[in-house]
Structures are given as C-alpha cells and as structure tokens.
C-alpha cells in the first residue's frame, strides 16, 4: 500500500503560486508577462537565460523567495511532477492550475498535479511507490518520464527522428544511453523533439545526474515554443566515412586448415587469407601431384572471382616437403599488385564518401536504392575496354578507377568494392567467360550486371535489380556478348 504523509509545500524554492497562462494558441503557448530581471542571479550572459525569461513569460516559475532563481540548484522529483502538470493544464484548459482540482487534504502538493497526469493518461498508477521520492532530487531520466508524453504530437512533434535513430544507432552519439537505461524511449524522445541535444559535444544524456533548475528550465520552455528547441550540431559524416577502411575489413573472416579437404574448407582458409590481408597461403599437402596441384589453384581462382573486389585473378603454385605454397597477385600487375589494390581501394573510398556528403546517398534510403546509386556511378563513370587481353589491368578495378575503362570482372569488382563499403553482401556468378553481381539487398538475392548496364548510349536498367532465374535467363540467351 502506498504510503501517506503530511501536506508539505513542494514548490519552495522552485514553485510558487503564479496566475493561470493564456489558453495555446495555434502558432504555440501565449506568454502572460514580461521578463524585466526579476531574478537576481540571472543576466543575458548567464547560460539558460533565454530559457528562465520565458519560464517566468508563461508564467511557470516565480523563482526563489529571495529573488534569484538557482539555476544549479537540484529540483525534485515533485517539482518535476508539478512543472508538467502545469504544462498538461496550460494545453487541455489554458490553466496552469488545472490540476489543483484533484487536491485533497493532508497529502504531499505535488499529489495533486500526478493524479491529473495520471487522469490524463500521461503517467502510469505506480509511478511513485512511496510519496517520500517526490522529495528526493530527480534524476534526468526520471524527468524524461515525467515529460516525454505531456504534449501530444501534434503540439510537439518528432522533428529529428532520421538524426535521433542514426545517432543512437551508431554508439558515437548519446553514448551513455542504450535499452537498458531506466526510461531510455522516453530520453530519445526528448532528442526526437528537440527537446535536449545533450550535456556536450556527444550528445551525452547524464541519465542517472540529477537535473538542475537551469536545465529543467531549458526543457520545459522548449516544449512551450517551437523557436527555442535545439537540434543536436553533430557531424554525422563520420558515421558514413569510408576513409581508413582495408580490402581485408570487407572480407568475412575464416577460419584456416593447413590441409583443406572440402571446398568449402579451402574457401574459408582463403577467406582467412583475405581477412589478415595477405596474398599467400601455405597447405600441407605430401605427395600432391601435378594435376592436383593444377586442381588446387583452379579451385583457389574460383574462390578469388567470388571476391573480385580483391583484385586476385593470378595465383603461383611453389612445393616442397609437402608444403603447398599459393600466392595470389593481378594477372598484368606483377610486384606493383599490392600498390593497385591500395590505389582501387582508396579510390573507391573516395567515390563512397562523396556521395555520402553531397547527399546523393541518405540514410532513410534502402538498400536497393544505394545499390542503383552505385550501379548508376560505374556506368557512367567506365567505358569497356574492347582491346583488353588476358594480362591487361581492365580485368581488376583498379583501371576503373584509373582509366574509367574495364571489362567484366573489373565492372564487378568494382561495383562489389561499393555495396561491401555499404555492408551489403554480396558475390559472383559466373557463366562462360562473363561474370555479374550477386547481391542481398533488403533481404532479397538479386543479380546485377553492371557491364551490361553500360552497354549502350543510355544506361540499361533492365540488368540491375534482376531475380536469379530472369539473369540465367537471359545470360544464357545472351552469351555471346562482349564480357
């Protein structure tokens, strides 16, 4: 049972008794006086001025009995409770004290102002457990609770979820809040509002800190009027930055044997390969003989066209002892291989946070969308390369990039760098002499040919986006393009 306790003034030193406010009006709520430096304590310069001055316009706060207002001083969980009824009262009624309707006797003042937010469907029946916490400082998430659903959205409505869910979502930005803070919805909606942007450059919430005067004043004057709520001043092109990113950073780790006996034992030790960033492997085979070998490196080949990106389409084969040594480098590129797939790589990183900054890229957009971007990007930006023999450099990205020409593997491998800078998964299929994209985009297996996409005077959207069967299809129909 909850307890009860003698009839106390909550409001000292925070609240005292002020005129009811104008009813809101459609352009917001009306201020019912003028600030004319009432408070002692506060000066243009004083951080939350403009914030206390219209605290006292609409007549919420009186300020301290001795003529400041304590702006670090801590407010309690009732007057945190008291301040939002107020609020709730000045919407429904266009009186702030439309609360005091549901006061009785010999129970705590800020009572009175719960029950109507209770009666309101603000605050739920157990918000408090026991009446003494109305005098206990309150907690800034706490405060969040009390004001997160005081004003319908229609009056103060989400103007920043896009920035809010991005922000959250990346662990740069309101870093000491996640799904296990007390009332974290409720915080992020005060975000989503432009209610708070934070305590500093990271947005931080300082959820369990007890809120001062000063920042509850921000607050709560914020919900009041549309020209005083904030939006955070974050550089969110860091969540998009591309910039320090490696080949081996797109590339699933595996896991390495030193005598693969399966296919897919051999593709998870090149995978590990990959993932540590080198170009050769060593196996353990005794006794391999020469069209083992020659198996062994066809099989290592169609694991690297799986991951063109990487630009390995040669291997050499070295044995002795039984150790199998593979070392992978661009047919063409010779030494200087290492050197092209940095200049790709740096290149295509380039590509992706440009388009990210100019905003041709945008978070809200699906994967299938930044998928077309890309797509679009390499048609116009490559032309095939017609004259390209079997060591030429338009067989890796890297002459994308360099050249702007290049023939299929090079298109695939480069449109495969972008969708994995992008996360998204993503490999080959190969047919005959052509290879094209595979990719999962929002879920769904679609195959792209960007080659083909760049095979006319407009670009063919008719080779993006296509489902499995209908790119066999017409591949196979087709076979004797130029690949």
């Known amino acids: ?34 600030y004319a430096g009432e408070f002692s304590d506060l000066t ?3 951080p939350f001025y403009e914030n206390v001055a219209a605290l006292y316009e609409y ?32 919407y429904r009624t266009g009186d702030a004290e439309a609360a005091l309707a549901y006061r009785r006797e010999t129970t705590p003042g800020a009572l009175a102002y719960l029950r109507y937010l209770q009666a309101e469907g603000v605050l739920e029946a157990d918000f408090v457990d026991d009446y003494k916490d ?59 509002k432009g ?29 009041l009027d549309p020209a005083l709520r904030v939006q955070p001043q974050w550089d969110l092109s860091l969540l998009y930055a591309a910039v320090g990113t490696t080949l081996s950073d797109l590339v699933e780790p595996g896991n390495y044997s030193l005598s693969p006996s399966t296919d897919e034992e051999l593709e998870s030790s090149l995978r590990y390969m990959l993932a540590q960033g080198e170009d050769r492997i060593v196996f353990y085979y005794p006794g391999l003989s020469e069209q083992d070998a020659r198996r062994l490196m066809d099989r290592s080949l169609a694991v690297m066209k799986a991951h063109c990106e990487q630009s390995y389409n040669e291997v050499l084969c070295t044995r002795g002892a039984g150790l199998v040594t593979l070392s992978f480098s661009a047919a063409g590129a010779g030494s200087r291989t290492q050197e092209y797939r940095a200049a790709a790589m740096e290149a295509a990183t380039a590509v992706h946070d440009q388009l990210w900054n100019e905003g041709t890229l945008r978070p809200d957009m699906t994967e299938l969308e930044k998928a077309r971007i890309y797509y679009s990007w390499i048609c116009e930006n490559c032309a095939y390369d017609y004259q390209a023999g079997d060591n030429s450099l338009s067989h890796i990205p890297y002459n994308l990039f360099a050249s702007g020409s290049a023939v299929c593997d090079g298109y695939t491998g480069a449109y495969n760098l972008f969708l994995k800078l992008e996360g998204i998964r993503c490999s080959t299929v190969i047919q005959g002499d052509h290879i094209w994209t595979s990719a999962t985009l929002d879920g769904t297996e679609y195959h792209i040919d960007a080659t083909w996409g760049d095979s006319g005077s407009q670009i063919r959207y008719d080779y993006f986006a296509m489902t499995p069967r209908h790119s066999l299809e017409i591949h196979a129909k087709q076979s004797a393009r130029p690949s």
């Open 1 to 34: 049972m909850k307890k009860r306790i003698p009839a106390l003034l909550l409001a000292l030193c925070l609240l005292l008794t002020v005129p009811p406010a104008q009813a809101a009006q459609e352009t917001g709520f009306a201020r019912s006086r003028v």
């Open 44 to 46: 243009p310069k004083t």
């Open 59 to 90: 007549g919420l706060s009186n300020g301290k009995g001795n003529g400041t207002f304590g702006l670090g001083d801590s407010v309690t969980l009732g007057q945190a409770v008291i301040f939002a009824g107020r609020i709730r009262g000045l």
């Open 134 to 192: 109305f005098y206990q400082p309150a907690a800034r998430a706490q405060v969040a609770h009390v004001l997160a659903g005081v004003l319908p959205e229609e009056v103060l409505p989400s103007v920043h979820d896009e920035l809010i869910t991005l922000a959250y979502s990346s662990r740069r930005f309101i870093p000491d809040v996640n799904e296990y803070t007390p009332y974290y919805q409720d915080i992020l909606t005060l975000y989503r």
């Open 195 to 223: 209610v708070s942007a934070g305590s500093d450059e990271a947005g931080s919430f300082l959820p369990g800190e007890p809120i001062t005067r000063g920042a509850l004043a921000a607050m709560l004057t914020r919900m």
